[in-house]
């Protein structure tokens, strides 16, 4: 079993920058697919941005709403995916979840997890 665990929301005024980190947790496991989600009260939970692992390089996609302003980004080695979130406007309020695909060594499959969630208020 893997637990993810998001850290670093909180208040902000608008135009300013916070960085939410998502934190995987458990053994014998591979982290693929990281997304990024959002879900702002009465809406439904949208994608934020994706992050993919390669050989070479990682693949990166962005909702057009946070394009230019956020920037998705892991760490294999110490199993995490950040949310640069810069340029912030009172429309990005929301909780921010992470979610991702695992691979287990010992056992066939992918499987989805994801995180509890932080908040992120943009607010004068």
């Known amino acids: 079993q893997v637990q993810l665990v998001e850290s670093g929301g909180g208040l902000v005024q608008p135009g300013g920058s916070l960085r939410l980190s998502c934190a995987a947790s458990?053994?014998?496991?591979?982290?693929?697919?990281l997304d990024w989600y959002r879900q702002a009260p009465g809406k439904q939970r949208e994608l934020v941005a994706t992050?993919?692992?390669?050989?070479?390089?990682?693949?990166?996609n962005y909702a057009d709403s946070v394009k230019g302003r956020f920037t998705i980004s892991r760490d294999n080695a110490k199993n995490t995916v950040d949310l640069q979130m810069n340029s912030l406007k009172p429309e990005d309020t929301a909780v921010y979840y992470c979610?991702?695909?695992?691979?287990?060594?010992?056992?066939?499959?992918?499987?989805?997890?994801w995180g509890q969630g932080t908040q992120v208020t943009v607010s004068s």
């Open positions: 458990g053994s014998a496991f591979s982290l693929n697919v």
């Open positions: 979610r991702a695909f695992v691979t287990y060594t010992s056992k066939g499959g992918t499987y989805e997890y």
């Open positions: 992050i993919t692992t390669g050989r070479s390089t990682n693949y990166k």
